[in-house]
């Protein structure tokens, strides 16, 4: 009797790509390898990153290679949660400490106020949702077991309530409109932007590195690194930005498509969207973060088409947004450009899925295709 021997192992190729083989033959699709599930594409490649399966599922392959399962964190902070056999988890999730969690359609899980058939939630930074009574900017609120909103009373009824100190300050950034936030934390959601030089209320002391302000009739936080409370006589706009292109007042939102005859439309710092369309971010210290194509894209579709794509947000990686916009399955995508439409750059980076770089087509004319 001839015993033949069975033999697998992992190999790696010039491109420095992944493979595992089997008796000489590389495997193909899913594999389960020392207890965890892989993924290997037609030609035997292990594949990292975002993966849609057969059966309609999102996988992600952390950059082992191996299926994500449970809780995971993205390049972007976000958090998505995927079940035991890998599949991305949308909707309603409760864990085995009986909390529960909003996963949207893109599958990044949900924080803060959020509104699901008729009713109104609020889930922690953690993501948890809340339940019974909780004060949250000046007010209780109060929901019943199932995380429903029922009742909302001032904080000012209580007799235990002191009047914050109000003061007047003002916004002091570079050039950029500063963040104004729901929550003074940098994960918490950004509710608008106030442009440089604008005077704002500031309501109590410092908090986190936020304060507490009120401006066009909305209370929310800021960062405390850019806020003076003397008014300075350099707060017009940077005039070393390169506004030729604007037609739009610095702090203003544009009303009008950019000018055509130009061959390009934006400015140094980000500012070709002001305000509402493309709100800058800030890093870790504060500085506002410029020159993202994810946002300027989310801001033209905007204008472009009446509809605001905010289903990925507008942040992130160029690949990363495309990605997550494939994946709520509301848009179409293909290889015929139209006006609106959002082009790709192919990529060879790592962990990009081939895709890079996003831009917006602007007109289709004679058989030339214009993209900003």
């Given at each position: 009797m001839n015993i033949i021997q069975a033999h697998a192992e992992w190999n790696k190729n010039s491109q420095n790509?992944?493979?595992?083989?089997?008796?000489?033959?590389?495997?193909?699709?899913?594999?389960?390898?020392?207890?965890?599930?892989?993924?290997?594409?037609?030609?035997?490649?292990?594949?990292?990153?975002?993966?849609?399966?057969?059966?309609?599922?999102?996988?992600?392959?952390?950059?082992?290679?191996?299926?994500?399962?449970?809780?995971?964190?993205?390049?972007?902070?976000?958090?998505?949660?995927?079940?035991?056999?890998?599949?991305?988890?949308?909707?309603?999730?409760?864990?085995?400490?009986?909390?529960?969690?909003?996963?949207?359609?893109?599958?990044?899980?949900?924080?803060?106020?959020?509104?699901?058939?008729?009713?109104?939630?609020?889930?922690?930074?953690?993501?948890?949702?809340?339940?019974?009574?909780?004060?949250?900017?000046?007010?209780?609120?109060?929901?019943?077991?199932?995380?429903?909103?029922?009742?909302?009373?001032?904080i000012e009824n209580n007799s235990s309530f002191v009047k914050e100190e109000n003061r007047t300050a003002y916004i002091a950034t570079d050039s950029c409109p500063l963040n104004l936030r729901d929550q003074p934390s940098m994960n918490s959601n950004i509710i608008g932007s106030i442009p440089k030089g604008m005077q704002v209320v500031v309501i109590g002391k410092e908090?986190?590195?936020?304060?507490?302000?009120?401006?066009?009739?909305?209370?929310?936080?800021?960062?405390?690194?850019?806020?003076?409370?003397?008014?300075?006589?350099?707060?017009?706009?940077?005039?070393?930005?390169?506004?030729?292109?604007?037609?739009?007042?610095?702090?203003?939102?544009?009303?009008?498509?950019?000018?055509?005859?130009?061959h390009y439309y934006y400015s140094d710092s980000n500012l070709f969207y002001k305000v509402k369309l493309s709100?800058?971010?800030?890093?870790?210290?504060?500085?506002?973060?410029?020159?993202?194509?994810?946002?300027?894209?989310?801001?033209?579709?905007?204008?472009?088409t009446g509809q605001k794509p905010t289903d990925a947000d507008f942040r992130g990686n160029a690949y990363e947004w495309w990605e997550a916009n494939k994946r709520t399955g509301k848009y179409k995508y293909g290889t015929t450009p139209k006006v609106g439409a959002v082009p790709v750059w192919k990529s060879s980076l790592p962990n990009s899925g081939g895709c890079g770089h996003v831009a917006v087509v602007e007109k289709i004319e004679n058989g030339k295709v214009y993209i900003s």
């Amino acid at each position: 009797m001839n015993i033949i021997q069975a033999h697998a192992e992992w190999n790696k190729n010039s491109q420095n790509k992944w493979f595992w083989t089997e008796n000489g033959q590389n495997s193909i699709g899913w594999k389960k390898i020392n207890g965890q599930w892989y993924y290997f594409s037609d030609n035997g490649e292990m594949v990292t990153g975002w993966l849609k399966g057969h059966d309609g599922n999102w996988y992600y392959l952390l950059n082992s290679g191996a299926m994500a399962i449970g809780w995971f964190k993205d390049y972007n902070g976000d958090w998505y949660y995927f079940s035991g056999s890998g599949a991305m988890v949308t909707g309603w999730y409760k864990d085995y400490d009986g909390n529960w969690y909003y996963l949207l359609n893109s599958g990044t899980m949900a924080t803060g106020w959020i509104e699901h058939n008729g009713g109104k939630y609020y889930l922690e930074d953690s993501g948890a949702m809340v339940t019974g009574k909780k004060t949250i900017d000046g007010k209780t609120h109060e929901f019943d077991s199932s995380g429903n909103l029922i009742k909302t009373e001032s904080i000012e009824n209580n007799s235990s309530f002191v009047k914050e100190e109000n003061r007047t300050a003002y916004i002091a950034t570079d050039s950029c409109p500063l963040n104004l936030r729901d929550q003074p934390s940098m994960n918490s959601n950004i509710i608008g932007s106030i442009p440089k030089g604008m005077q704002v209320v500031v309501i109590g002391k410092e908090t986190n590195g936020f304060y507490k302000v009120e401006w066009d009739n909305t209370i929310g936080y800021i960062s405390s690194s850019w806020v003076s409370f003397e008014k300075k006589n350099d707060f017009s706009s940077n005039s070393n930005n390169s506004t030729s292109n604007l037609k739009v007042t610095l702090g203003e939102m544009r009303t009008s498509a950019p000018s055509r005859d130009s061959h390009y439309y934006y400015s140094d710092s980000n500012l070709f969207y002001k305000v509402k369309l493309s709100p800058p971010f800030t890093n870790s210290s504060g500085k506002p973060i410029v020159g993202n194509c994810t946002w300027y894209a989310w801001g033209r579709i905007w204008e472009l088409t009446g509809q605001k794509p905010t289903d990925a947000d507008f942040r992130g990686n160029a690949y990363e947004w495309w990605e997550a916009n494939k994946r709520t399955g509301k848009y179409k995508y293909g290889t015929t450009p139209k006006v609106g439409a959002v082009p790709v750059w192919k990529s060879s980076l790592p962990n990009s899925g081939g895709c890079g770089h996003v831009a917006v087509v602007e007109k289709i004319e004679n058989g030339k295709v214009y993209i900003s």
